[in-house]
């Protein structure tokens, strides 16, 4: 199980960074143009990736209040990038530090963001992080080609896995 998991963080830390190094070179008036998505925007939809991830990474490191990352953060795009980065790396670096399957089958109990509790195997956690931000990657990937960039990075898992 540990293996899967870490080819599944390490996956989802590069194909995060595949899109971070293309948004980074864009206009801040690509980031925030209207598009609709989930998000009303490339800016919105990134903030939610970046949070979902930090949030999960919250629960897994116990913290006894976890934050939603965007609803206290002040920095510019660039720095929300860099932490969104972060946060990938960090759960990449959860998974490396487990000592063996039982520690993805331990059960964590949490609370969401309306204070409702619930309870889930570790490893049905980094899934749910990593499936979370698959589907958010596509959303960016249709909201690039709305906004007109033409340059967009493949990042399915045999692309990583043949790299």
């Known amino acids: 199980m540990k293996e899967l998991l870490l080819q599944m963080a390490r996956y989802n830390t590069w194909a995060n960074k595949q899109f971070i190094d293309v948004l ?36 897994l490191n116990l913290a006894e ?23 990938s790396q960090a759960l990449q670096t959860f ?13 964590l109990q949490y609370y969401n963001l309306k204070k409702v509790s619930f309870k889930i195997p570790v490893y049905m956690v980094l899934m749910q992080a990593f499936n979370h931000a698959t589907y958010h990657r596509g959303q960016l990937t249709t909201m690039l080609r709305q906004a007109g960039v033409k340059k967009i990075p493949g990042t399915d898992l045999h692309t990583f896995a043949t790299r």
Request: proline share 3%.
């Open 65 to 87: 209040q976890p934050q939603w990352a965007e609803s206290v953060f002040s920095g510019n795009f660039a720095t929300a990038l860099e932490k969104w980065q972060n946060a």
């Open 95 to 107: 998974v490396e530090n487990q000592y063996d399957d039982e520690a993805f089958r331990h059960v």
């Open 24 to 59: 980074l070179k864009l206009d801040e008036d690509v980031w925030d143009m209207e598009i609709t998505s989930s998000f009303p925007s490339i800016r919105k939809t990134v903030y939610h990736l970046w949070s979902a991830e930090d949030i999960w990474l919250q629960r």
